[in-house]
């Protein structure tokens, strides 16, 4: 019996366009292993579509997506456009619209792939709050352009938007190495954090077997640079979890290759999956782009759509093809995106 | 002519109370050589005062500290006082009422002490806003303990606020190789970056000869990881400063050592000097506390009173230091709090 599934897929802009075609193809072939068959449905939305109607998407956009099963997602933003339009006019409504909570960015060292760190072995999970905090509409500025000018931010946290995060990560962390570090910053007079770690601590009382542990932002960031094989899952705000997502990256040699879900656990709306990697204009157009963080996240697709086995599957594989030398530039090699993509296939089994 | 220089000293908690009169000691020695002498003046304010009286220093607390050139702090925070009585009792309402507007923490790579990226010769300095922004007491909760509770915190930058730290960053870049690199996150909604941004880059108008380059702080948060030596100024916010500075600590391994300067540029009121390391209850009291972080900032106070070359001396003589090995245990050495002192003093030519 076959599974189908109806994904829609942005390719969106910049290498998008190269590294969604080379995973979409690992998608099919671990799929046709394992009897799931993907209804691809290019939606050639992005930087061109804005260009030539003024919007990243169409007006119905978000009731387009509804009807799929997962979005996948390639990158979004051009030097010609503000962030502000791509990243509005697309990323962030379809992560709210989809109570997308969970931002998702497992962080591991690779074979073959040189971490600034040699030697330390990291798997670690990011889960990061996807919806509120510090990313919140409300605000703005007054007596603007004058001396005068004041700016204002408000960052909003609910208990029921902590809560469920955090109650992912305990879960996520339970079936793990049964460790939840939580970021905060309640040592100053931010009001929100302390809220926070009320909040987790809550949620803890329900996971006797999973540890938990607070630390200060700053502090976590050292010590991310000093010891990151202590932490398994680290949860944290949606700011904080932007920030340590891409330094734990970095630590691991990574980023590059880093995926991310952003996930409706609950499943009644999609999930979307994209590498944490951007449109990377400069490399744009040369074929050599790195692939494996759009694979890696549609190996968490796959997870989320209920194929753990095919998921395995994949990740083993483009594991096994960096391990035999199969890397783009940025890792090390001199593979083109279509060379990678050829290795992880060879490498299903 | 000996310049005379009165000074408040608070050693405060845990180690602050061992390193402090390391530090005093060696900026007696280096005064003795250029014609500087301290009067110090000892407060004892901190968790035992709070325990005895209640708060961290006396109702007119402020007003004493006004009548001093400098502030010498240690130390603040104990395990069994929160945070927020120890640290809002005493060290931000100092930043707060001097208008230290600039908090300065040079990292560096030092001689002879280990680094986690191995070889990498790091020198920047980063000028964080300490005044403003998302340290704010705007905010508060609704709501609370019942399921629909909401936090809320809010950020306030002011024009006023970004331009003078942002002309003292230039300025600083200015004297040194000519590069400012700005910590944003304008690529989202969030409304107080853009106008960070906006106010940055009038700024550098007036500073032709320096190099603005503004990076998202969580690509910064990477690439400190990744390209630590391509940095020499960076300018951020109160909640981006704090964390890149420890962050950029551990990345050159120095962050034990590390020293900061919480300056009111004006000099209309006095400075505080402290160095970035906590009270470290776990081994107060055992004599083995490092003292580098303390002694640097000393010769930051030092250089901020007028006396660069006395400044430019000690921090050779600790150098000096470390490198012949006399370090403590947590940069990978065995000598006591007061070796490291006599080693420094010792080393003054
Ligand atoms: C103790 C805390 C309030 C403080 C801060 O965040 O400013 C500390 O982390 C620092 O960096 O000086
Ligand atoms: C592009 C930007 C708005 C986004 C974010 O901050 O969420 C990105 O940095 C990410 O991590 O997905």
Not at 29 to 34: L, M, P, Q, S
Not at 158 to 178: I, K, N, P, Q
Not at 216 to 240: G, K, Q
Request: charged share 20%.
């Amino acid at each position: 019996m076959t599974a189908r599934h109806r994904i829609a897929v942005i390719a969106g802009d910049g290498i998008g366009q190269e590294v969604v075609p080379a995973a979409v193809e690992c998608l099919d072939a671990v799929g046709a292993r394992h009897g799931i068959a993907f209804d691809w449905h290019h939606l050639d939305w992005g930087s061109d579509h804005y260009r030539a109607h003024g919007r990243m998407m169409p007006v119905d956009g978000l009731d387009t997506l509804a009807g799929y099963d997962a979005i996948f997602l390639g990158a979004v933003g051009v030097p010609d456009i503000p962030d502000v339009e791509t990243l509005w006019g697309l990323l962030i409504p379809i992560r709210r619209a989809f109570a997308q909570y969970v931002n998702l960015r497992p962080v591991r060292t690779l074979p073959g792939v040189p971490s600034p760190l040699a030697g330390r072995e990291i798997d670690l999970v990011i889960v990061r709050e996807n919806n509120e905090g510090e990313y919140s509409e409300i605000g703005g500025r007054i007596y603007q352009g004058s001396a005068d000018e004041i700016a204002i931010q408000e960052s909003v946290f609910t208990r029921r938007g902590v809560e469920r995060v955090a109650r992912f990560a305990a879960g996520l962390a339970a079936g793990r190495r049964g460790l939840l570090t939580s970021a905060t910053k309640s040592n100053g007079i931010v009001h929100t954090m302390p809220f926070w770690d009320e909040v987790v601590r809550g949620v803890l009382a329900d996971y006797p077997g999973v540890t938990g542990r607070q630390e200060l932002v700053d502090a976590l960031a050292a010590s991310l640079v000093l010891h990151p094989e202590r932490y398994d899952v680290i949860v944290a705000s949606n700011l904080f979890g932007d920030i340590l997502s891409d330094l734990a990256g970095a630590v691991a040699g990574s980023i590059g290759c880093a995926p991310s879900g952003n996930l409706n656990p609950e499943g009644k709306h999609p999930s979307m999956f994209e590498p944490v990697h951007g449109s990377a204009p400069d490399i744009a157009g040369k074929g050599i782009a790195n692939p494996i963080g759009q694979i890696w996240s549609g190996a968490l697709m796959l997870d989320t759509l209920g194929h753990a086995e095919a998921a395995a599957e994949l990740v083993t594989a483009f594991e096994a093809a960096l391990e035999s030398g199969v890397r783009t530039r940025d890792i090390g090699g001199t593979a083109t995106t279509a060379e990678v993509a050829a290795a992880v296939r060879a490498n299903l089994t």
